[in-house]
């Protein structure tokens, strides 16, 4: 089974630009998650969907994040412009409601965000 | 307040020895999960186990062992006779209502 697939891996950009990273999440698993990680840090939560509503975006920056998921299965995270402190890795996760595994979230690559 | 703290920040051992991992958690919920993550140099976070709060039963999978005690609020991770692929940062997270709490993380590192 494939795990969860992130691109790109890495991005370089300069500030004021933007950028956009997606995510695709293991089959059948309804509930995803867009985290942030600072370097020395645990993932930090932006957004949660269950399917395709946005359940949780309390700790999402709206004034410049914003964050897609519309057919309730891949999703994609935008940040527009970006700025200097954005730069971390940007982790997608997923996770089933259902089974024994319920809520164990599996983790993608995540995708390297330097802004210069 | 749901916390989880990882007091050790870095451990260094020489390859073989054994080493533990502490956790500690506090939450009011009575229902809850804990889970420990990998996350070697390659950046990835890979789980390794999840403990249901009803369930006391330590586990253990191959090297690999974990100590739930919650008179203790703790979920120790002990690996034993430890390799340089052993070398990763190392979560505690505590799982409640759809949320992860995240500790800071221990740094393991495995001298050859």
């Known amino acids: 089974e494939a795990g969860v697939v992130q691109s790109p891996r890495y991005k370089i950009i300069e500030k004021k630009q933007p950028v956009a990273f997606w995510c695709n999440p293991i089959?059948?698993?309804?509930?995803l998650y867009w985290y942030l990680q600072n370097l020395g840090q645990g993932p930090e939560l932006l957004i949660r969907?269950?399917?395709?509503?946005?359940?949780?975006d309390s700790q999402l920056p709206k004034d410049r994040f914003s964050a897609e998921r519309l057919k309730g299965v891949d999703s994609t995270l935008k940040i527009q412009p970006a700025e200097l402190g954005d730069s971390a890795v940007y982790l997608c996760?997923?996770?089933?409601?259902?089974?024994?595994?319920?809520?164990?979230?599996?983790f993608g690559p995540g995708t390297r965000l330097t802004v210069l | 307040a749901q916390k989880v703290t990882q007091a050790q920040t870095e451990i260094s051992v020489v390859e073989k020895e054994d080493v533990t991992l502490d956790c500690v958690y506090e939450t009011r919920d009575t229902t809850y999960y804990l889970f420990w993550y990998k996350q070697p140099p390659s950046g990835e976070l890979v789980f390794l186990i999840r403990r249901n709060s009803f369930d006391e039963q330590n586990e253990i999978s191959g090297r690999y062992s974990w100590n739930f005690q919650k008179s203790t609020s703790s979920f120790n991770f002990t690996i034993t006779a430890s390799q340089v692929v052993d070398s990763a940062v190392y979560f505690c997270?505590?799982?409640?209502?759809?949320?992860?709490?995240w500790g800071a993380g221990t740094k393991l590192i495995i001298k050859p």
């Open positions: 969907y269950e399917n395709e509503e946005a359940v949780d």
């Open positions: 996760a997923s996770s089933s409601r259902w089974g024994g595994d319920t809520d164990t979230q599996y």
């Open positions: 997270a505590l799982g409640s209502n759809y949320q992860l709490i």
């Open positions: 089959s059948g698993h309804n509930t």
